[in-house]
């Protein structure tokens, strides 16, 4: 299995990754613990009662992680030589212990390389919803992909 070379890269044609994630408590908690994120409003059942989301919010940056991390598979796994910034991140809507998440991206723009003649930089939004079809998470996204290689 391997992702996409910079040459396969389609603008503007959606790619429905067919991964999909639940999200846990112990997802939650554990990143929340791991990133030393001691904010109440992740991992503390009787604060979040006391917000007007009546429950723990999933970490955004765990949201974020996840959201790129489901697209891999498609994309990038393998011919990725890194990833070069994120843009335009958001978080329109929480993202609650129990969502599962799926995510669609789609190539915004690519060009080639002007320092590596093996390369490409390659622009990706990724857009994830929960099981409602509500956006939880979207990012533009900027990497260095690797080209087909040379028979």
């Known amino acids: 299995m391997r992702g996409m ?11 429905e990754h067919t991964i999909r994630r639940t999200v846990t408590e112990m997802d939650n908690t554990l990143f ?15 604060f979040s009662a006391g917000t007007e989301w ?34 335009d991140v958001k978080f329109p809507k929480p993202v609650f212990h129990g969502d599962t998440i799926r995510v669609v991206t789609k190539i915004v723009s690519k060009r080639e390389s002007k320092s590596r003649k093996d390369a490409g930089l390659v622009e990706f939004h990724h ?14 996204r900027q990497a260095m992909m690797r080209k087909k290689p040379l028979a």
Do not use: W
Request: aromatic fraction near 6%.
């Open 54 to 87: 009546k429950q723990p919010l999933v970490n955004s940056l765990f949201t974020l992680g996840l959201m790129i991390g489901i697209s891999v598979n498609d994309t990038t796994i393998g011919t990725t030589i890194g990833n070069l910034g994120m843009t």
């Open 5 to 15: 070379y910079f040459e396969e890269f389609e603008i503007d044609k959606p790619i």
């Open 32 to 46: 929340s613990c791991m990133t030393h994120n001691p904010q109440p409003l992740h991992i503390d059942h009787e």
């Open 127 to 140: 857009a994830a919803f929960n099981q409602r079809g509500e956006l939880v998470a979207e990012c533009t």
